[in-house]
């Protein structure tokens, strides 16, 4: 396979980058607008069902991560039949549980766990899209698919929240918007028709990763949440530089996952998303290191100046779940498992850390998340050495 262009790849990198931070930005504004409009309890109830639908979508990433890698063996069609069934499971599991978690979250009635399904049923569908235009290397109309499915699932919200300040109508109209988005995505694939599934497996191999990864990336919150309390708001500000340093890189995943497919591809693309990843966010962790007050004066705002958060950690703990992620797709790629069971390691070092020793500050929690990272990261290098050594 013929290395693309490198302007076509700087390219392909900006059109990717611009419409994930776009989407991400998107996804603050609902947010934002929800806060403002909502009665706080009712704000509180759908950001509950917001962070649900963050683990629903684990397998529409598990399924974009192996259309994007076995398109060109598998073919279009099972991929895409293979999306439905799993859109089809999730919806009806999560209707299952409807009456389970209407009683968890205490809501006064189970419409907008119904609505949660349905929303769910067509972003798990966009994820197998998102895969086979990843797979077959066009960036373009990936980027507007990543677009448009912003525009469909914010504005679809916002305008169910304007129509009526509930829950249920915010997910009704992401429901609603994402379903336009998933006609205009098939179209854009090729208006490919379903066969019978293929890739079964890979899709559950890549589901465990991809939940232990979602957990590892989000878990530090929570913690910090349970142990720290009055501080949890400071650790609040730190995990948005976080999330800028994870977010950050994300094209150069999208761009160089379809090519770890081969195995000397692989092996050569590899070691080069990593540098150009921890360069990227060299400069991020360097910026807070120099510039941390100032830092979170922008983004906590004046409630926090002055308060002890050191940024550089939490930007570094973003650049190393960045490389986590690349070093996650390759062994995906080759079918090594050895790779999951390190992301679920670290996830249960991370509690056994902040729980039980580094909970007295926002910087004790702070160096549980990154000491667990770290180490994750020099583990999936050894992990990627030795399999190149028996490859």
């Given amino acids: 396979m013929s290395a693309p262009a490198p302007t076509t790849t700087r390219l392909d990198a900006l059109l990717i980058t611009g419409a994930l931070l ?15 409009i909502l009665a706080p309890a009712v704000f509180g109830e759908l ?11 684990v397998p529409a990433m598990s399924l974009q991560t192996v259309a994007a890698l076995r398109v060109t063996s598998l073919g279009p069609r099972p991929l895409f039949g293979l999306g439905l069934a799993v859109s089809a499971g999730m919806t009806v599991l999560t209707l ?35 895969g086979l235009l990843q797979g077959t290397h066009r960036f373009g109309s990936l980027a507007l698919l990543v677009s448009l499915e912003g525009l469909g699932k914010v504005g679809g919200g916002v305008l169910g929240l304007w129509i009526s300040p509930t829950s249920a109508s915010v997910l009704a109209g992401t429901a609603a918007g994402s379903f336009l988005v998933v006609l205009t995505g098939w179209r854009l694939c090729g208006r490919p028709r379903p066969a019978r599934p293929a890739g079964g497996p890979d899709v559950l191999h890549a589901s465990q990763a991809m ?32 999330k800028i340093a994870y977010w950050l890189p994300q094209a150069i995943g999208v761009l160089v996952l379809p090519r770890m497919a081969v195995a000397d591809d692989r092996r050569r693309m590899l070691p080069r998303a990593l540098a150009v990843c921890a360069g990227l966010d060299a400069f991020v962790v360097a910026g807070c290191a120099l510039f941390g007050p100032l830092g979170v004066a922008l983004v906590g705002g004046a409630n926090y100046e002055g308060d002890s958060i050191p940024l550089w950690q939490f930007a570094l703990v973003g650049s190393c779940l960045a490389l986590v992620q690349l070093l996650l797709f390759s062994r995906i790629a080759s079918g090594d498992r050895r790779s999951t069971l390190a992301v679920w390691i670290a996830v249960a070092a991370e509690v056994a850390l902040i729980t039980l020793w580094l909970n007295d500050s926002v910087g004790q929690v702070v160096t549980g998340a990154l000491l667990a990272t770290a180490g994750l990261v ?14």
């Fill in 22 to 36: 776009g989407a991400n930005a998107a996804s603050y504004v609902l947010t934002i607008a929800a806060a403002r």
């Fill in 47 to 57: 950001s509950a069902l917001l962070a649900l639908v963050v683990i629903g979508v």
């Fill in 96 to 130: 299952a549980a409807v009456p389970l978690l209407a009683r968890l979250l205490h809501l006064d009635g189970p419409w907008p766990v119904v609505w949660l399904a349905l929303s769910l049923a067509p972003l798990t569908v966009l994820g197998v899209l998102h």
């Fill in 211 to 242: 939940l232990a990864l979602v957990l590892l990336v989000n878990l530090d919150l929570v913690l910090a949440r349970h142990q720290l309390a009055d501080q949890a708001g400071g650790y609040a500000v730190g995990a948005v530089v976080t």
């Fill in 378 to 391: 020099v583990a999936g290098t050894v992990i990627e050495a030795r399999g190149k050594v028996r490859a």
